[in-house]
T-cell receptor, first 109, second 115 residues
């Protein structure tokens, strides 16, 4: 089977740094994506890693280790607007994308 | 660019009725995906199309669900007959096939309530 595991909830303080982990077990792995979804909204794309290493985009960074079937999303200088759900998603064969169940990020003032 | 367009945004219907959800992908995108989102099951891929051809419908729950993509600018997801357990938010997403970041663009979703 194919599965993705990520924590259901994470809490952090405004201005701090938070890391959301994702482990996966899939066949035909091509890359790992991250999406953000605010309550009542649609998922929006944040990042994609096809190769091992860290990709940085502003306050957000994403990491991938293919050998460990592991990745994470790092959010720095947290702002209240970052309160949302974050989904990891794996691209497998035939252009299919499988989403994790999401991590709800709570930010405290 | 108007983004992915879905209609209706909200649908309330009674058990046993037919429901049709509609999606217009972003112009030029070759791939289209239908997802269902619930608290219990998260974001589930129902079916996706490449160049209007269904590639994988293994996520379609049962025969009551069907999807079509008659042309590159329109797709429908039909549920007949609908049941209360079909209540969820249904998202349509499109992607430019071959994009290096494999970014999917989601529509605003259709919130379906089956009474």
């Amino acid at each position: 089977g194919q599965s993705l595991e990520q924590p259901s909830e994470v809490t952090a303080v405004e201005g701090a740094i938070v890391q959301i982990n994702c482990t996966y077990q899939t066949s035909g792995f091509y890359g790992l994506s991250w999406y953000q979804q605010h309550d009542g909204g649609a998922p929006t794309f944040l990042s994609y890693n096809a190769l091992d290493g860290l990709e940085e985009t502003g306050r957000f960074s994403s990491f991938l280790s293919r050998s460990d079937s592991y990745g994470y999303l790092l959010l720095q200088e947290l702002q209240m607007k970052d309160s949302a759900s974050y989904f990891c998603a794996v691209l497998v064969r035939d252009d299919k994308i499988i989403f994790g169940k999401g991590t709800r990020l709570h930010i405290l003032p | 660019d108007a983004g992915v367009i879905q209609s209706p945004r909200h649908e309330v219907t009674e058990m046993g009725q037919e429901v049709t959800l509609r999606c217009k992908p972003i112009s030029g995108h070759n791939s289209l995906f239908w997802y269902r989102q619930t608290m219990m099951r998260g974001l589930e891929l129902l079916i996706y199309f490449n160049n209007n051809v269904p590639i994988d419908d293994s996520g379609m729950p049962e025969d009551r669900f069907s999807a079509k993509m008659p042309n590159a600018s329109f797709s429908t997801l039909k549920i007949q007959p609908s049941e209360p357990r079909d209540s969820a938010v249904y998202f349509c997403a499109s992607r430019a096939r071959g994009s290096s970041y494999n970014e999917q663009f989601f529509g605003p979703g259709t919130r379906l309530t089956v009474l």
